[in-house]
Structure formats: C-alpha cells, structure tokens
T-cell receptor, first 112, second 110 residues
Framework: DAGVIQSPRHEVTEMGQEVTLRCKPI?????LFWYRQTMMRGLELLIY????????DSGMPEDRFSAKMPNASFSTLKIQPSEPRDSAVYFC??????????FGDGTRLSIL | GEDVEQSLFLSVREGDSSVINCTYT??????LYWYKQEPGAGLQLLTY?????DMKQDQRLTVLLNKKDKHLSLRIADTQTGDSAIYFC??????????FGAGTQVVVTP
C-alpha cells in the first residue's frame, strides 16, 4: 500500500496568499484527520472526517482555515489569507474502522 | 481536554536499553499508542496496547501498561543509532480521537 500521500511536501508563500494542502488517504480508510505540528504547541488536531463528512472541526484555529473531503480518496486543507503564524508542519492521517491512524509525511509550510 | 505527559529528552548509549515513560489521565482510554517521528518525516506507528492488557512485546519493543497509575512505558532493547527520533505516546479518546503527548527526543550515542 502507498500509505497516506500528502502534497506538496514543502510550501513557501507570502503572507496573504491562499494555501491549499492536499491529502490522499489509504484506500478503504473511512476516517481522515488533519493535524498541525509546531514547536510551541506540539501536535494539534484541526479537523476530522468520517465517510467524507466533517465530524469535529473544533480544532480549526480561525475562519481562515477550511477543509473539504469531496470523495473518499481526497481531502484539502485551505488557508486564506495565510499569515506567518500559520507556519508549521501539517499532517494528514487516515484510519480504517478501529485500527490505528497512519500518517503522511506532512507538508512543511512557511509563510513569509 | 485530557493531558498526556512525557519526559522531553532521553540520552542512551548504543546497545543499552531505552525506557520512555508516559502518563495519561483518561481512564476510559481503550487503546494507547507509541509513534516514532524521524526528522522530516511523519509519525510512524510503532506499537499499541489494548487497555485490558498489561504488557505487549514486539521484537525489541516492550510496552508496559499500569492502568491503576495510568502509566505507560516503552522499552527498546539493544538501542541502535537508527532509534534516534522523537517518540510520541497517545491515548485514544472517544470517537477515536488521539490525544498526544509532547514527545520524547531520544538521542543514541555511540
């Protein structure tokens, strides 16, 4: 299995620009999670989906953040407009039923 | 929310055993996990233990669970340089959400 695939691996953009992060979960997994990792706050759960439906978005920091899952094999996390404090590593993870979560390699985002 | 606590740093000599400790607070957690993160990579699932078990062994890894004290540990036997990484403990909350600790940086010295 290819595992959870995230793109891009690295993104550098200027403040105010729209950023789109992409994730392809493991085939057959019905849960998808978006996390943010920073030195200051560690790993934070932003939002998660079950069968493409957002279940809990209480971790999304602001209205500038939005996430969608149009189908079982694709999800996006958008930041618009981006700010320097959004700089972090963003991880996507997926899970099938009660099994453990499997993580992608992350997108390292830098907002200048 | 619930807190998961870990020591932040562990230095160990190559060939020795490493023990990473973790405490959690949610007594209803069903599963507890150990993940490993190498530089520039995502979190790799190492092992996990169901809450009705007190020990699980998988090759060089041994997980011990003390439910009474809400204490979880990961022992790595014969630690190698490739074991240098950050190790995260996580408890599974309701709806399958994971609560992670801050991670323990393990440095293996020759």
């Amino acid at each position: 299995d290819a595992g959870v695939i995230q793109s891009p691996r690295h993104e550098v953009t200027e403040m105010g620009q729209e950023v789109t992060l992409r994730c392809k979960p493991i085939s057959g997994h019905d849960y998808l999670f978006w996390y943010r990792q920073t030195m200051m706050r560690g790993l934070e759960l932003l939002i998660y989906f079950n069968n493409n439906v957002p279940i809990d978005d209480s971790g999304m920091p602001e209205d500038r953040f939005s996430a969608k899952m149009p189908n079982a094999s694709f999800s996006t996390l958008k930041i618009q407009p981006s700010e320097p404090r959004d700089s972090a590593v963003y991880f996507c993870a997926s899970r099938g039923g009660p099994e453990p979560q499997h993580f992608g390699d992350g997108t390292r985002l830098s907002i200048l | 929310g619930e807190d998961v606590e870990q020591s932040l740093f562990l230095s160990v000599r190559e060939g020795d055993s490493s023990v990473i400790n973790c405490t959690y607070t949610d007594s209803s957690s069903t599963y507890l996990y150990w993940y490993k993160q190498e530089p520039g990579a995502g979190l790799q699932l190492l092992t996990y233990i169901f809450s009705n078990m007190d020990m699980k062994q998988d090759q060089r890894l041994t997980v011990l669970l003390n439910k009474k004290d809400k204490h979880l540990s990961l022992r790595i036997a014969d630690t190698q340089t490739g074991d240098s990484a950050i190790y995260f403990c996580a408890e599974r909350e309701s709806w399958g959400k994971l609560q992670f600790g801050a991670g323990t940086q393990v440095v293996v010295t020759p």
